[in-house]
């Protein structure tokens, strides 16, 4: 299958503006200079036609702003995101190729929706601004998706306080797919559900991927929801992809030292009654994106870290970019 997504080289810096006191202190000659967050590393993937992609990380680690770029919404500071080969972003502006063809589904559904407007209003601005539809097809277009996502038809009149939760979400699936899109960014998004919702939203996307064909890049912290949705899984730490590779294949036999500490971190239920759940924290603290450690960046809390580790970044090499993937340490 050709890539319908691909970022190379991608990274994303953000300046930190300095506080009252560094401000100070510049003004006397005591540094305060402005601080910089590496909030993405230099990064390159690809992504499928039809596929869905798992991105997971601990929280800071950048998979939203990732995710960000490569929707159009962020630029990058250097490297390329693509769509279908075009520049998701160029000079600071989507590209009108681009704009419509990667739409993001963002975690609190009452954030992204705007309560001044209706329901039908809000999924039927878009594909009218873009030319999608004509305005006069914009009632039966809303009314479409709403059906689409399993929401009764009368809820476009209606506005987004009146609704639970779950039931914004699938406003928002419902605005993002009416834009046509071929793929999309979907950004936490039962994150903020309850438990019991969760798995009507993971069903409804499962749904839609295979109605609509749709590719997506899956971000989420939460392990199970990733293997259970993704064909691949992309595991990032502080800004870099340090294993990639098939689903099952990740979960079964990790190969990097973080993938591994990832899922021993992850609560685990006993059936045998020993203990009511197995849970080993990865040891160490996650570094600070304002000032990323040398070498590879997990190397403070690695088991198997040696001076090379310290010194030289790994690169991504069949899947894992670690110096000693742990089907060398085992054997």
């Known amino acids: 299958m050709s890539a319908l997504i691909e970022t190379r080289d991608v990274a994303k810096r ?108 809000i999924i039927a601005e878009g594909p009218v601004a873009n030319g999608i539809i004509k305005p006069g097809e914009a009632t039966a277009d809303a009314a479409r998706w709403l059906s689409i996502v399993g929401l009764d038809p009368s809820a476009a009149q209606r506005y987004p306080h009146q609704f639970s939760g779950g039931q914004r979400q699938r406003i928002a699936i419902a605005r993002a797919l009416a834009m046509r899109p071929d793929a999309l960014i979907c950004d936490e998004p039962v994150a903020s559900l309850d438990v019991s919702i969760q798995a009507q939203i993971v069903n409804l996307f499962l749904k839609l991927r295979r109605e609509l064909g749709l590719t997506m890049i899956f971000i989420s912290h939460d392990l199970s929801l990733v293997r259970h949705v993704s064909d691949r899984v992309a595991i990032m730490y502080l800004g870099r992809i340090v294993e990639i590779g098939n689903s099952r294949e990740i979960f079964a036999a990790p190969r990097h030292p973080y993938t591994r500490a990832l899922l021993d971190s992850a609560p685990a239920l006993r059936l045998d009654g020993e203990d009511a759940a197995g849970f080993k924290p990865i040891r160490g603290e996650l570094p600070s994106p304002m000032d990323p450690p040398p070498g590879c960046h997990f190397h403070a809390r690695c088991p198997y870290a040696d001076a090379t580790c310290r010194s030289v970044a790994p690169v991504l090499n069949d899947g894992v970019a670690c110096h000693h993937p742990l089907k060398e340490v085992a054997s």
């Open 14 to 121: 953000f300046r930190e503006a300095p506080s009252l006191g560094d401000r100070i202190a510049r003004l006397v000659g005591a540094g305060g200079d402005e601080r910089t967050v590496h909030a993405v590393d230099g990064i390159t993937l690809s992504v499928a036609k039809g596929e869905v992609l798992g991105l997971v990380g601990e929280s800071g680690c950048g998979k939203s702003t990732l995710g960000r770029m490569i929707a159009g919404i962020l630029p990058p500071s250097e490297g390329t995101a693509l769509i279908d080969g075009v520049p998701a972003m160029s000079d600071g502006a989507r590209p009108v190729k681009t704009t419509t063809r990667v739409q993001m589904v963002f975690q609190d559904p009452f954030a992204s929706l705007d309560p001044r407007m209706r329901i039908g209003d």
